[in-house]
């Protein structure tokens, strides 16, 4: 291997790792708050992704169906449960938030569908199209066991990427599709080295993203909120902060991050209805790297997963994932050599 | 419950001469889908850790036999050697990497080492890539072959019984008895001489094996191994399985497995009926049952079945047996504890600043002191719970500073808990079984092959004894959970007893208990002195320590304000101010009994 073989992988890598680190922000955003391991993040990734590849196919995109189906059980769950408590008062709430909220992007999307218009409102629509996804299956199998524990609502989180990819392969089928691309101009480093535009604009979107992301949690009330759940659930509960408020929040916040993570890969990578599921895993080695808790080591973690599975593939492109994985090995290790501390008491299993 | 047994064995030795061929083919994948999610039940169910890995156990022990019997021609019994050596090898190179880690990292770790080891399986030549491996060679029984699937059923369903009665005696052994307590907490089963982490290891391992039997029986059920059918995907179904009969109980494996298979045959049958896309539906339908399970009935159908039919408690008294071995217990006055210039920092804050003092035998002392005097830090430096700045500890004359707490328990040292910890689900005759775990040796081999039963036989009996001692032996065979949280620290106290301790070390006995219970418990705390223990106790309750001890050690802001007899200790003005709070810190509210005390002795 020369040093531009090395050079053009690196890249390659960082970019791949900029998605990562996306990804990674949004389940640690997930998991710090509500305890759950989101598996199906990278579903709704594939989903904006599939969505843009249907604008740009002059065709409305399945995921008005997928949303409307979701939002319409929502509001069917939300009403029984109000009329069983008696409070049908908050009928008419639920059905706004939970019902008429979620339709808005799909009404956009039904607006802007066939229609010539700039590529940046389909870009655009196909992000927010996705936002209620991961709150409303939140809603519908988390929500409901949100006291359980971690291991339970690991499994159900797993379930629900099943649900989510058969609900894909429903809705979107089998094809596999690849957008039409951000940017066409390239860029050269000092050393003749090119660097295509579309990596320039991962890495871009990475850093701004991340950027806004650390703001909205330094800066406003909502973000203070959710840092302050992380922290302490019970004491996040004693100032007023409701804990299914928040969650409802990350997952939408996740969700966001979802959504221009499969804007951002879609030109470089023919997405299938069930690609997410290696993207979030992916982010997945890099927030252990981060403890499920740091979200700088997250960065750093994603950042290494990318330039690892670059250069992997370069070896092997069979075995890049294999050698992503193992990558593991040496952080698991690293992390039970460091957890020196008793763990204290498990919760009790049911039945 | 015997006659059950019968009728369950007669039914399935003659179910292959009912049903059809499709039957008996379903019935094997059923069994063996039921040694996977046995493993599960007991690495998941027993031991509080899940895999969603157990499918790449089933491959690794699949391929490795397919590849033996067809690239080199070896019998399939070989196959199973190797199948079994390598799944545990790999089982025990993975747990040991992985079991330290917390709660949600070890299952996470195995869906990346789940997916990596299927992916292995696709793209090495030797094994065939995608294509697998077929023309494996059936099981050859004294040269009859199983080739048919009703030959098959046989040893499948005998390997499930085994596996079944094996699981069920390590449950009711020592190890189990420990691997049941997992989820109490770490310092739990230190606190009896046991090793949580050695335990994880063995029902890891456990498990694998359990899946390694099940690729065997697999791929010489059927002929062919391909990567898919050990993908992650599969495992969650085995996951599913285990869930779904019910993680609490053994059988809920098998009927968690029939469940599922039969489901997913019917869901097969019947998804092509209502729409073209069936197949797609499948998966959907699957997820959506899943997420319901795990919503309304997270004990699965054995968990329902509990519910309707409680199992009547069992009144016996264990059957006598030879009692077993007990210390030599120190010469009354001779040194047992010592405790040396002990400092323990929090990073700037001093919890523990050069305290000394020593308990001899036959003594009870009490360690006293206002709230945030460092008697609970105290506490945990000595019995080993937490590691030491500076200082040294000496125990029945040997030096157990930086030793472990697991390693101090089984010198004869026990302990119980300000916050109780006992296992609610186990009866209390179990709860103080657990507390002689370091006294008795068997292993999990010896406990699944039953060799175990004379030392259990001393064991209960001892475990009787205690609860004798304590007067709850007629409660013996309630859950512990079920008792009120008074006589749940007098359990303890009996759990610790179990353990033939030198030193009994007790944090804060009488917290939460009525003056009737703490009268009791002081009758108790005499006559364990006279027959010879050693007591160390952690109070706050002035008026029950004055009442009991030989003699006092109080603590204040972390050093020692002095030592001596209940009156001289009480008569000491520095005592009265720091309790006080003249010229010290304002005492805290909640230590109005204290206040009362020592106001009541000036």
Redesign the interface.
């Known amino acids: 291997m020369t040093w531009d073989v090395a050079l053009i992988l690196g890249i390659d890598g960082l970019a791949n790792g900029a998605v990562y680190l996306l990804a990674g922000l949004g389940l640690v955003l997930i998991f710090s708050v509500t305890r759950v391991?989101f598996v199906p993040f990278g579903d709704v990734a594939a989903f904006s992704a599939l969505s843009l590849a249907a604008f740009e196919a002059g065709r409305l995109p399945p995921t008005v169906g997928l949303v409307l189906t979701l939002a319409a059980l929502t509001v069917a769950v939300e009403v029984v449960q109000a009329l069983r408590r008696g409070e049908a008062a908050r009928i008419p709430r639920a059905v706004l938030g939970w019902g008429v909220l979620p339709a808005l992007p799909c009404l956009l999307a039904w607006g802007v569908a066939g229609q010539q218009v700039p590529h940046a409102v389909f870009i655009a629509v196909a992000i927010l199209l996705v936002v209620p996804v991961t709150p409303l299956v939140a809603r519908l199998?988390l929500q409901?066991?949100a006291d359980?524990?971690?291991?339970?609502l690991?499994?159900?989180s797993?379930?629900?990427h099943?649900?989510l990819?058969?609900?894909g392969?429903?809705f979107f089928g089998p094809e596999g599709f690849r957008t039409a691309p951000l940017t066409t101009g390239a860029l050269t480093l000092p050393g003749g080295l090119p660097v295509s535009g579309q990596v320039m604009l991962m890495l871009g979107a990475a850093v701004v993203l991340s950027a806004m992301f650390f703001l909205a949690f330094e800066r406003t009330v909502a973000g203070k909120a959710l840092r302050a759940t992380a922290v302490n659930r019970v004491g996040a509960r004693l100032v007023g902060i409701r804990p299914a408020r928040t969650a409802l929040l990350a997952y939408g916040f996740a969700s966001l991050l979802a959504g221009f993570i499969g804007v951002l890969v879609a030109p470089v990578m023919t997405m299938y209805y069930d690609s997410g599921f290696l993207i979030g895993?992916k982010a997945?080695?890099a927030a252990?790297i981060g403890g499920?808790v740091s979200y700088p080591l997250t960065a750093l973690g994603a950042l290494a997963v990318g330039v690892v599975e670059s250069f992997g593939s370069f070896w092997s492109g069979?075995?890049k994932?294999?050698i992503v994985?193992?990558l593991?090995?040496p952080v698991?290790?690293l992390?039970?050599a460091l957890?020196a501390h008793?763990?204290?008491?498990?919760?009790?299993?049911?039945? | 419950m015997r006659a059950v047994s019968i009728v369950i064995v007669a039914a399935i030795a003659l179910a292959p001469l009912v049903i059809g061929k499709f039957g008996v083919s379903l019935l094997n994948d059923i069994g063996i889908g039921a040694l996977v999610a046995l493993g599960l039940v007991m690495l998941?169910?027993v031991g509080?850790a899940?895999s969603?890995g157990q499918a790449a156990f089933v491959g690794i022990a699949a391929y490795a036999t397919a590849w033996l019997t067809t690239v080199h021609g070896a019998s399939p019994w070989t196959g199973l050697a190797l199948a079994l050596a390598l799944t545990g090898a790999a089982a025990f190179a993975i747990g040991a990497?992985?079991l330290?880690?917390?709660?949600?990292?070890l299952?996470?770790?195995t869906?990346?080492?789940g997916?990596?080891i299927a992916?292995?399986f696709g793209?090495v030549e030797a094994l065939g890539r995608h294509t697998g491996l077929s023309n494996i060679p059936p099981v050859q029984v004294a040269g009859f072959s199983l080739a048919d699937p009703r030959a098959m059923y046989y040893l499948v369903w005998m390997f499930v019984g085994l596996a079944f009665v094996f699981c069920r005696n390590v449950l009711a052994s020592r190890t189990g008895r420990a691997m049941r307590a997992?989820?109490?907490?770490?310092?739990l089963l230190?606190s009896v001489g046991a090793d949580a982490m050695r335990l994880r290891l063995t029902l890891f391992v456990l498990a694998a094996l359990l899946a390694g039997f099940a690729g065997w029986l697999y791929a010489h059920n059927n002929r062919f191994v391909s990567p898919s059918p050990f993908d992650v995907?599969v495992s969650?179904e085995y996951?599913?399985m285990a869930?779904a009969g019910?993680?609490?109980?053994l059988t809920g494996a098998l009927v968690g497995s029939a469940l599922v298979l039969m489901m997913k045959n019917t869901v097969q049958d019947v998804l092509p009926m209502l729409t073209s896309?069936g197949g797609?539906?499948?998966?959907?339908a699957?997820?959506?049952l899943?997420?319901l399970l795990?919503?309304h009935a997270?004990?699965?159908v054995?968990?329902l079945l509990?519910r309707w039919r409680k199992a009547k408690p069992a009144t016996a008294k264990p059957a006598d047996a030879p009692p077993l071995p007990r210390r030599t217990l120190p010469s009354r006055g001779a040194p047992v504890l010592t405790v040396t210039d002990a400092v323990k920092r929090f990073g700037g804050l001093v919890a523990v600043d050069h305290v000394s003092f020593d308990v001899r035998a036959g003594e009870i002392v009490g360690l006293i002191g206002p709230n945030g005097a460092g008697k609970s830090t105290m506490f945990n430096l000595l019995t080993g719970?937490l590691p030491m700045t500076a200082g040294r500890v000496e125990f029945l004359g040997r030096d157990v500073t930086g030793l472990s707490q697991r390693a101090i328990a089984t010198l004869g040292m026990a302990r119980t808990f300000q916050h109780v910890?006992l296992r609610?689900?186990m009866s209390l005759l179990d709860n103080v079984a657990l507390g002689a775990h370091a006294r008795v040796k068997a292993g999990v081999i010896r406990a699944g092959l039953k060799l175990d039963r004379a030392e259990e036989a001393q064991v209960f009996a001892e475990a009787w004894r205690q609860l004798e001692r304590i007067g709850l032996a007629d409660r013996a065979h309630e859950m512990a959970g079920s008792l009120p949280l008074g006589t749940q620290r007098i359990l303890e106290i009996a759990r610790a007893l179990a353990a033939d301790p030198v030193l009994l070390v007790l944090d804060e006995p009488a917290a939460g208990l009525r003056r009737k219970e703490k009268q009791a418990l002081g009758e108790l705390l005499r006559r364990l002195r006279d027959d010879g223990v050693t007591i160390l106790i952690v109070e706050h309750d002035m008026d029950f320590v004055m009442k009991l001890v030989d003699r006092l050690v109080v603590m204040n802001f972390g050093s020692k304000l002095g030592e001596g007899l209940p009156a001289e200790v009480r008569a000491d003005p520095r005592v009265q101010s720091a309790y006080l709070g003249t010229g010290g810190a304002p005492s805290p509210a909640d230590d109005a009994p204290a206040l009362q005390a020592a106001g009541g002795a000036r």
Do not use: C, Y
Request: proline share 4%.
């Open positions: 391991v199998a409901p066991i359980a524990s971690v291991l339970v690991l499994i159900a797993l379930a629900l099943f649900l990819s058969g609900l392969l429903l895993l997945f080695v252990i499920l069979a075995l994932d294999v994985f193992s593991l090995i698991l290790l992390r039970s957890a008793p763990e204290e008491e498990q919760e009790e299993i049911e039945g | 998941t169910g509080g899940t969603f990497l992985t330290r880690l917390g709660g949600h990292f299952p996470l770790s869906i990346a080492w997916l990596s992916l292995l793209n997992l989820r109490g907490g770490n310092v230190a995907r969650i996951l599913l869930v019910g993680l609490a109980h896309r797609q539906f499948e998966a959907v699957f997820a959506l899943f997420i795990l919503h997270r004990g699965g054995m968990g509990a719970t910890k609610p689900q």
